[in-house]
């Protein structure tokens, strides 16, 4: 029997190490009176320009171009949106055994938000899956979770989440809704710039996502949420993302076989419908629980990391596999450009 082997280096994500590093500040130093205001309102402006620059750089037009594997992305928008959610809910029997309510809170939300982009791609890619389509998928994604991550979360969370009260629907507008429009409006002539200056606007998109996370943990330290998570409880939610993981892992690879999907269009479904995105769901999470999202976004930053490792393994062992014949109007799709470099995981 031959062993898997495993790659010399887990991809531990430098970016969860900054999220860490900016909640164990928030322990220390948390804002509080003036500052905490200074920090709320800071945190609002950063939450708009977040989705105003994801507006601006989704491409609508190379969304569309990608309906020709229709079946494909309502699969992976039913894993993202139902299944997940379903089993999210299906969690609930774990309280109080398991999980504090507050963390199934932050487990179910996990399972609203919308699949990654960036990481689906680079792991389709390493796997020498069906990139275009991932990339397609990826992008339906993000556009459906704008407007359906708050309104599950608003349907299925309750008081959690605001409920459907007409002040959460206006901070829902007004902070996500409102600036993704105008950068999908400003696109034809910001689009340029963005293209040009990526690497800096990336940095302005992690820097805000601290700065959230900062805000969030500040007012959770003051709420006093670290005696509300011991260690058992802590690892008894890593053990349950680890399994939600594995069986969405299996159900997207052996659903996606029944369905009669081939190899590199199974790939893409497994890795785009297995992940949640962490840029999308911690600002989401400060709109839409306020000074309790420190609670609601601790599930999906450790859910995020334990899927970058996973996945890793995963995309290195497919790549081992012998590629069957494919007519050759799909190879172009799965054999990545001469003298190109996989992207990296995210």
């Known amino acids: 029997m031959r062993r898997p082997h495993l790659p010399a280096r887990l991809p531990l994500d430098p970016y969860v190490l900054a999220l860490l590093a900016t909640v164990g500040l928030a322990a220390l130093l948390p804002a509080r009176g003036p500052a905490a205001t200074i ?19 989704l491409s609508t037009r190379e969304a569309l171009d990608g309906l020709r594997h229709w079946r494909l992305h309502l699969i992976v928008l039913a894993c993202t949106f139902v299944l997940f959610p ?59 979770g704008i407007v359906l991550t708050p309104l599950l979360a608003a349907g299925l969370l309750g008081g959690d989440a605001g409920g459907f009260s007409l002040d959460s629907l206006l901070k829902i507008t007004l902070q996500l809704l409102l600036p993704f429009l105008l950068g999908q409006v400003l696109r034809p002539w910001v689009g340029g710039f963005l293209v040009r200056h990526k690497q800096v606007l990336g940095y302005v998109d992690r820097g805000s996502i601290l700065l959230v996370v900062h805000a969030a ?25 680890a ?10 690879w052996y659903g996606a076989a029944r369905l009669g999907f081939d190899r590199a269009d199974r790939i893409a479904i497994q890795f785009a ?34 899927q970058l490792m996973v996945c890793a393994v995963i995309a290195r062992r497919r790549a081992r ?22 992207p990296r995981a995210r």
Not at 42 to 49: K, M, R
Not at 99 to 109: E, I, S
Not at 243 to 252: D, Q, S
């Open 321 to 342: 596999d012998p590629l069957p014949q494919l007519p050759a109007d799909r190879v172009a799709d799965v054999s990545p450009a001469p003298g190109r470099p996989a």
């Open 273 to 306: 419908g297995s992940k949640k995105s962490l840029a999308a769901g911690l600002p989401m999470a400060s709109v839409l629980f306020g000074t309790h999202a420190a609670l609601a976004v601790l599930p999906l930053m450790l859910f995020h990391q334990m």
């Open 86 to 144: 379903l089993l999210g809910l299906a969690a609930r029997g774990l309280v109080p055994g398991l999980l504090t309510a507050p963390l199934h809170a932050g487990l179910l939300f996990l399972c609203l938000v919308p699949s990654t982009v960036q990481s689906s791609i680079a792991f389709t890619s390493i796997a020498r899956g069906n990139v275009p389509a991932a990339i397609c998928a990826g992008s339906f994604s993000s556009l459906a």
């Open 39 to 57: 920090a709320d309102l800071a945190s609002t402006g950063a939450v708009a320009l977040l989705f105003f620059l994801y507006g601006a750089r």
């Open 217 to 241: 943990f500040s007012a959770g330290v003051v709420a006093g949420i670290w005696h509300q998570v011991s260690l058992p409880t802590l690892a008894a939610l890593m053990a349950v993302e």
């Open 243 to 252: 399994v939600l993981l594995a069986v969405m892992l299996l159900a997207t």
